[in-house]
């Protein structure tokens, strides 16, 4: 980033190094948790919870 920056990078070429560097991280624990929770979650209606 560094780099860019001293090179005079606009905000569209620091944004992709951004979201490139996120794409390519290993510990996507969070996202992967995230992911397995939704499909296991049950709805719970309203009247249950006393809405």
């Keep these: 980033m560094k780099q860019l920056l001293r090179q005079g990078a606009d905000r569209t070429a620091l944004k992709q190094l951004i979201v490139d560097t996120w794409n390519k991280r290993t510990d996507r624990y969070s996202d992967e948790r995230t992911e397995q ?15």
């Design 37 to 51: 929770t939704a499909k296991m979650r049950k709805k719970i209606e309203m009247s249950y919870i006393g809405g």
